[in-house]
């Protein structure tokens, strides 16, 4: 298989600290950050034993390009992209809780549905809908945002109620919620998408809110193909989509869910090659554009040098 990067262990001039995530390497400095995403993957919380390859590159392109297309909706935190898997950033105080909105009864809504539940994040689901119906319109159902282990859903109520956001604030991150989803939504119509779910997550520098993270990637959106949508719902079939579902619905069909005493399915080179395939395939079907690979003799070298370069600047 090709070189892939699983994790990085870089010292650079003026960094203060270092944070390791579920997928990026993230580097502190006093007010920045500069962010690698590595080629790991996680499902059910749980980051799987091989990277894949350019994985990291797809989400950090996909990002940049979206975080570029909704700065007049939201002032992001990006300052610079010096590299195909590094973004460097202001450096901002994160709200403990991840914005999620659902346009369609999928994936973690559909699974709790099917349990009987009507009720998600103190949000209602209404009666009657199946498996990938739309919602009357989209739902926020928030989750809180766990430095290790999972996020749980919470809601409005209770996270204005343990004043883990102000009402003020948690206000304007509903309306850029909002606001970005339906701009995610019709940016991903003209390239034949639906944007089914994804999530966001803001940050204050200063005063300012800010998103940060990245947006509309495969990690943290769904997409269905529009082609054919109605006819598998009419027909009750499943939507072919873009998305880490696959991923998840591979390790479910082999046992795995993430719990307790449950082993990861052994990921041979094929499983890898066709979820990185999967991955560029999301990013030319989503962008319009063709995905460039960029050198991976030594990853890490190249990107060593990227951000050497842009601090030294």
């Not at 990291?56 to 010096?82: E, R």
Request: proline letters at 5%; glycine letters at 8%.
């Amino acid at each position: 298989m090709s070189n892939a990067i699983k994790e990085t262990h870089f010292q650079f001039p003026g960094q203060v600290g270092f944070y390791k995530g579920k997928v990026r390497d993230v580097y502190i400095f006093e007010k920045e950050l500069v962010v690698v995403a590595s080629d790991r993957i996680s499902a059910f919380d749980v980051v799987l034993p091989r990277p894949i390859p350019f994985k990291g590159q797809v989400l950090n392109q996909i990002a940049a390009g979206f975080l570029k297309a909704t700065s007049d909706i939201v002032p992001n935190w990006v300052t610079a992209t010096p590299d195909p898997s590094v973004t460097i950033g202001k450096r901002c105080e994160p709200f403990k809780v991840e914005m999620v909105i659902r346009g369609y009864m999928s994936g973690h809504a559909a699974r709790e549905y099917k349990a009987g539940k009507r009720m998600l994040c103190g949000v209602p689901m209404p009666e009657g809908m199946r498996e990938n119906d739309p919602f009357p319109e989209p739902i926020i159902t928030p989750t809180t945002k766990a430095s290790e282990g999972h996020d749980e859903d919470i809601s409005r109520e209770e996270i204005l109620a343990q004043g883990i956001v102000s009402e003020q604030d948690y206000v304007i991150l509903e309306k850029y919620t909002r606001a970005l989803f339906q701009r995610g939504q019709e940016m991903a119509k003209e390239k034949g998408l639906i944007l089914v779910d994804t999530k966001y997550e803001f940050g204050k520098y200063g005063d300012e809110i800010l998103l940060i993270d990245e947006i509309h990637t495969p990690d943290s959106s769904r997409y269905f193909y529009a082609d054919g949508y109605e006819e598998n719902q009419e027909q009750g079939l499943p939507q072919k989509q873009l998305s880490k579902e696959f991923v998840r619905q591979w390790l479910i069909a082999n046992g795995f869910q993430g719990k307790e005493g449950q082993t990861v399915p052994e990921m041979t080179d094929e499983i890898v090659e066709s979820i990185s395939d999967r991955y560029i395939e999301l990013f030319e079907k989503i962008t319009g554009e063709k995905f460039i690979k960029a050198e991976i003799t030594d990853i890490e070298s190249r990107i060593e040098t990227a951000i050497l370069g842009y601090l030294a600047q």
